[in-house]
């Protein structure tokens, strides 16, 4: 989708300035301007942000962070609406894009913390400066990655890669000797002790490779960082979250740009792999009443002409709760969100419409479980 705001500035402050230059045009000009100016505010894009719930609902409205233990929502022409954490599945602010940031701290956890200045690094701890002013230490041990120009145009490095990225992109493998305000060391089997300017060769420091997160949920911040948090908690404005390698930290709700479940927040079923039904075939998935909600994304695969619609039913303990709309091979991977709490047995049947002889067939991926606590 085309982004008309920045052109929409330009031609707004334009329409200003030519609104005040009565001296020297006739009358028509101050209307023509103003009704420019009303076009130009016509066609922006209405802000929305999106609450995603783990019962399928989806709301969208100005969020705020102001309550205590939750999220409001103010939807257009529309009550505000209460939202509490433990019933949220994702949230997306519109209209707040991440800056690249200046440097950036990547933990073994995967979590990315974005800040302006690395103040230190010894072998107990790494000191980032962040934007706001507010300083993080990390223990080391705990650190995969220091970016300190990471918003160069650069392919990543190999996740399990120990060494220097230049700001050419090119590595040298090595163990890290020693990382100060001026330059990197490592020890190279081959080449031995090496020095790096980190002021203007070197794109990144990598001391070791990133593991599995435990993190429940993802939050984005527009800083560029992005914080594994174990858990959540909004107070006046603030979200406090305690975080992988960081441990508790607040942030402004102004500066978060979404929340989403973490690999720690949701089960994957099926391995990973994608299960095929035919029409008025099914599959049943185990629960086993702990968890509360199941999600998946549903779709015809694109082998299939598009003249034989399908729909993906669910059934929870043998009754049917939720089924999908008409879909055929042009339409694009649906998400169905479904609660599932207190349920032993959750069915996915697919149905078809249209003569038998044409061939159809729904396709399931990325079934995840939300669990309950």
Known sequence: MLDRRPLNRTVLRAACRASHCTRFFPRITRHAARL??????????????????????????????????????????????????????????????????????????????????????????????????????????????????????????????????????????????????????ISSVLFGIQSFDLRNAVRSVCFRGTGASGARYLVRTADGSEWHATSLRIDKGRLHIESDGVGRTELNGDTVTSIELGPAGAEPMTGGQP????????????????????????????????????????????????????????????????????????TVRLDAEGPPQLGVAGTITDVKLVRAN
Do not use: C, H, W
């Open 36 to 185: 420019l100016v009303l076009i130009v505010l016509a066609s922006q894009p209405a802000l929305a942000d999106t609450v995603s719930l783990i019962n399928g609902r989806v709301i969208q409205g100005k969020v705020s962070f102001d309550a205590r233990e939750g999220l409001v929502v103010l939807p257009k022409n529309l009550p505000s609406q209460r939202v509490e954490l433990a019933d949220l599945l994702g949230l997306t602010i519109d209209g707040r894009d991440a800056k690249p940031p200046k440097r950036r701290v990547t933990l073994v956890s995967g979590a990315q913390i974005a800040g302006d200045e690395v103040l230190a690094v010894n072998e107990r701890e790494v000191r980032l400066k962040r934007s706001d002013g507010s300083l993080l230490n990390f223990n080391t041990a705990l650190v995969s990655k220091i970016d300190f120009r990471p918003a160069d145009a650069a392919p990543a490095p190999p996740a399990s890669f120990v060494g220097v990225q230049l700001a050419t992109g090119d590595l040298a493998e090595g163990e890290i000797v020693s990382v100060d305000e001026r330059e990197a060391k």
């Open 275 to 346: 299960v095929t039904l035919a029409p008025g075939q099914s599959r049943e998935f185990p629960l086993g009443t702990k968890y509360r909600a199941a999600l998946m994304t549903v779709s015809v695969p694109t082998r299939f002409v598009p003249n034989r619609p399908v729909r993906f039913v669910v059934a929870i303990d043998g009754k049917e709760v939720a089924k999908t709309d008409a879909l055929t091979s042009i339409d694009g991977p649906q998400l169905l969100t479904v609660s599932v709490t207190g349920a032993q047995t959750m």
